[in-house]
């Protein structure tokens, strides 16, 4: 499969691994290429992955040289074995790994590799959804459970248009540049939702029951409803001129409150923080390799984004908006009121 991030990078994944494929296949199905292309990640699933010879041993479980890395890893019931090959070039990742394995190639090798290879092109992957209206594009960034897809869910109107979930790329021109992917909804999204836009009786059944799995594994099991975004929205994909990010966080009051972030260089390293505690497995990657080659692209992989979203964010408004940790219907309409005045969104 071939895939073409708005022309920004191209990837390419293969494998005999058919669920695997079927799943990354739906991801990026907004991404697919008719052609092939030249890539400059191609990501291998294998049946089995090794060591390369003559590597440094870091921690005792990473294997380190020039351009390479290697490790055994897990998560909770998940192991895999990971090889990266040609990190500061054309870039070979080999991964084997079993049941649901397909979920951590995608966010904590796939997701991060593309962020990391696209910051040395001037572009920055956040974590964050966002929409477009009116001809400009506006960011909705924060950490788990902020509020990032319910705020795209309670500002969806017939005007707007559908550009990321959960990942969102920026140029450091200030160009949106979407990513859409299939949306997450978790039980606290669906008070987000518009009353023009409500799931299916069955979808929010499934929602629930899920939910129920989560509180009864003691949060061990976190199964969001996964919905094609053609489902809520009319419009979907793109590339604005960035009007205005929120950055969203919860609070312990009762009410909504804004604040005009006015220290940008607070701004993006928030930013960039929130990017590393949600990529931790890319984060001790990065680290192994950079205490082998502490002058490598790779070292200075937070620095660039930092300087990326500086450039980018320099005369952008932005905003905190905090939430209260229990969000109710009329916390979204006037959550859907702060964000039309501030931004002007119709």
Not at 56 to 83: H, I, M, P, Q
Request: net charge positive; with cysteine; hydrophobic share 40%.
């Amino acid at each position: 499969m071939n895939f073409s991030l708005h022309n920004l990078l191209y990837f390419k994944i293969g494998g005999m691994n058919k669920r695997y494929l079927d799943y990354l296949g739906r991801e990026y199905s907004f991404f697919k290429a008719e052609e092939k292309v030249d890539p400059d990640i191609e990501i291998i699933i294998a049946d089995s992955v090794n060591p390369d010879d003559n590597c440094r041993l870091v921690d005792n479980k990473y294997f380190v040289k020039d351009g390479y890395l290697y490790c055994r890893d897990r998560y909770k019931v998940v192991r895999w074995r990971l090889a990266i090959n040609g990190l500061e070039g054309k870039t070979v990742v080999q991964f084997s790994g079993g049941f649901w394995g397909e979920h951590v190639l995608k966010e904590f090798v796939i997701e991060p590799l593309l962020g990391f290879k696209l910051a040395f092109r001037g572009f920055s992957i956040l974590h964050a959804s966002a929409m477009a209206t009116n001809g400009a594009g506006f960011i909705f960034a924060g950490g788990l459970k902020a509020g990032k897809t319910a705020s795209i869910l309670s500002l969806n109107t017939h005007d707007s248009i559908f550009l990321s979930d959960e990942l969102t790329v920026l140029s450091n021109d200030g160009m949106v540049y979407s990513f859409p992917s299939p949306i997450r909804i978790y039980y606290y999204d669906l008070k987000g939702m518009t009353p023009n836009h409500q799931m299916t009786p069955q979808q929010k059944l499934e929602v629930k029951i899920k939910h129920y799995i989560y509180i009864l594994s003691l949060g061990y099991a976190k199964l969001p409803l996964c919905i094609n975004a053609e489902e809520l929205f009319e419009r979907i994909g793109g590339v604005y001129p960035l009007r205005c990010l929120f950055l969203l966080t919860r609070a312990n009051g009762e009410d909504i409150d804004v604040t005009e972030i006015t220290d940008k260089r607070e701004l993006v390293e928030r930013l960039v923080l929130i990017n590393e505690q949600q990529f931790p497995y890319w984060r001790k990657y990065i680290s192994a390799y950079s205490s082998v080659h502490p002058s490598s692209q790779v070292a200075a992989y937070s620095q660039v984004m930092m300087d990326n979203l500086s450039q980018a964010l320099d005369k952008v408004a932005c905003y905190e908006i905090k939430t209260p940790h229990k969000f109710s219907k009329g916390h979204r309409d006037k959550f859907r009121q702060v964000v039309q005045s501030l931004g002007k969104v119709s």
